[in-house]
């Protein structure tokens, strides 16, 4: 029979891997190993769930619902109503969570009894989640930044959410039977997290719920504490389990708070909420606004990263310096880590599993350049002596840290000493988790979106930027490249470029913004001339009184408008080196 072994390892994934009848081979080589080391991998059996179809949905909506309550708010009295219409939402004055099942029927048209289970279980905790966080914050001061604030506690949700989900899956452990053999455990696993991502918004804008990848990252990482709780719970009660696997109660207990300081938790002082902040806020880049001060120095010297591709020796080395161009101090909490990704497609993110990291914690003063350095196993988990977590066939590496081009990384930024604001209850209010919409934009929404571009680069430039920027400097000044909480059209990426005349002022005050859309490469010409053909329609519609040039050559068509130091060029031209067409468009002052 085909086990399936959970590990729960020192940094963070939670990595799921089919073996067949290892159990004896395991204890066999711990056998022999036994004086060399300490078994310190923790692995455990799960099973596939297998619910009856005769089961009423109702009834397991409810007992999943007790469950979560018990590890969520074992001491806070909280009602569920199950609806057949309507949307899922957790109410604040009545204390109650919504479960729509038109909602969840919407959500897993196409998933089968396991992935349905799962879906349950996340919808659920992340309602209650909510339920968490409005008995948690009453009367107190906790976050910062109204304006972002119900996304980042929509974040915290996520967070709390996995971490019941986890908590659930390794309590499951005895009453998890075998299902269909045609199930895969691990295809169920991406398919609801393919779910998470399709409820996420489009990446760097500013909603009522996370990026699709910020959702993805905030529900595992609370998987992977929660799994680990659970298991220590598991253990501490059923002292047999780690005996079988040689290892003392001191080692074992060593070896919990290894993984649980590679989580960032420290069983001394933090609890599960003021740690699911600390998380969301370094993977939803919080403040922003913040952050956008804090560059990568990109030269000659920076950034540094070097691949030592032995399996004797599998570490990367890495270098980066950041600067703080604000007039104010900032205190910074960043992320280094390594991710497996599929090498056929290394942007599919729920493929992407999380390995070895480092947490870097500091104050940065003005002008200041604080440089972050270390190495990073790129294989496996430092404590994985099985090889369960090692680079599998068809995955290569990828080191991640903070920059511009990136939005997998994470990282928290805040002026020193800043105030907090108290939540009111009027603030709690959340949406239902519904994926964003995928239509088509019309040259209508296309012109009101060119509308609103243009209307920040005149009035508030101080919007285009978001997040961590890469500062490049030249012979004369420098530029700094962002991306932008602006939005535009599907499949393009936006990026903002501060072009800065004296580098040596600070704050930045004289330099000018150009913001740069580009779209995926067309490989027919037909598509390409297609495509530009509806983006001047677009811009037609949405600057009707700018003056317009165009200029067609064959292997290339520009267009331009200008009025009063506001200029827009489009290009559509033909990369003579790859043979691809290329749609590129410049907004400037």
């Excluded at 086990?3 to 799921?16: D, F, V």
Aim: aromatic share 12%.
């Amino acid at each position: 029979m085909t086990n399936i072994i959970l590990s729960i390892t020192k940094t963070s994934e939670l990595t799921l891997c089919k073996t067949s009848n290892q159990k004896s081979s395991i204890l066999k080589t711990n056998k022999t190993m036994k004086r060399k080391r300490i078994f310190l991998f923790l692995a455990f059996f799960i099973f596939l769930i297998n619910q009856t179809t005769s089961q009423v949905l109702d009834s397991y909506i409810r007992e999943q619902f007790s469950r979560i309550r018990l590890i969520a708010l074992p001491d806070f009295d909280i009602q569920l109503e199950i609806v057949d219409e309507g949307k899922m939402e957790s109410l604040l004055a009545s204390r109650k969570v919504i479960f729509s099942k038109s909602e969840l029927n919407k959500f897993s048209k196409e998933f089968n009894q396991l992935e349905r289970n799962f879906l349950i279980q996340i919808l659920l905790a992340h309602e209650v989640s909510h339920q968490f966080q409005f008995n948690w914050y009453k009367g107190k001061k906790e976050l910062q930044n109204r304006p972002i604030l119900r996304m980042l506690l929509e974040g915290q949700a996520d967070v709390l959410a996995g971490f019941c989900f986890g908590h659930m899956l390794i309590d499951d452990l005895d009453k998890l039977k075998k299902s269909a053999e045609n199930i895969n455990i691990m295809d169920s696993f991406y398919k609801v997290f393919q779910f998470i991502l399709d409820v996420g918004i489009e990446e760097s804008s500013i909603g009522t719920h996370p990026s699709k990848t910020d959702r993805l990252m905030l529900i595992r990482q609370g998987m992977n504490l929660g799994a680990a709780k659970a298991i220590d719970m598991d253990i501490k009660r059923n002292p047999h389990i780690a005996k079988q696997y040689f290892i003392t109660s001191s080692a074992y207990q060593k070896e919990v708070e290894k993984i649980l300081k590679g989580m960032d938790f420290d069983n001394s002082k933090d609890n599960i909420f003021k740690w699911s902040y600390r998380v969301a806020k370094r993977i939803m880049n919080y403040n922003p606004k913040v952050a956008q001060n804090i560059v990568l120095l990109k030269d000659k010297q920076t950034p540094k990263i070097h691949w030592h591709k032995s399996q004797e020796y599998p570490y990367v080395d890495y270098e980066f310096n950041y600067l703080n161009i604000s007039e104010k101090p900032i205190d910074v909490a960043m992320e280094i880590y390594i991710s497996h990704v599929d090498r056929n497609n290394p942007q599919m993110k729920k493929y992407q599993n999380k390995r070895n990291s480092k947490i870097y914690s500091f104050h940065i003063k003005p002008k200041e350049i604080k440089t972050i350095k270390g190495k990073l196993n790129w294989d496996k988990f430092d404590n994985d002596y099985d090889e369960l977590t090692s680079l599998k066939k068809g995955t290569m590496p990828r080191i991640v840290y903070p920059h511009a081009n990136s939005d997998e990384y994470i990282m928290s930024a805040s002026f020193s000493k800043d105030e907090t604001t108290q939540l009111s209850k009027d603030e709690i209010n959340y949406l239902a988790a519904i994926p964003s919409p995928n239509a088509t934009n019309t040259k209508y929404k296309l012109g009101s979106k060119i509308k609103k571009i243009i209307r920040t680069l005149k009035y508030n430039r101080k919007d285009l930027a978001f997040g961590i920027g890469n500062y490049y400097p030249l012979n004369q000044g420098a530029f700094i490249e962002y991306k932008t909480a602006l939005s535009f059209d599907k499949n393009c990426s936006i990026e903002v470029f501060k072009n800065i005349k004296d580098i040596n002022q600070l704050p930045l005050k004289d330099y000018s913004d150009e913001i740069y859309i580009r779209y995926p490469y067309f490989k027919m010409k037909e598509d390409a001339s297609n495509k530009f053909k509806a983006l001047i329609e677009a811009f037609d519609l949405a600057l009707p009184n700018y003056e317009k040039e165009d200029d067609n050559d064959g292997n290339s068509i520009s267009v331009s408008y200008n009025l009063n130091n506001i200029y827009v060029d489009l290009y559509l031209e033909k990369n003579r080196k790859t043979n691809i067409w290329e749609i590129e468009i410049e907004i400037y002052n």
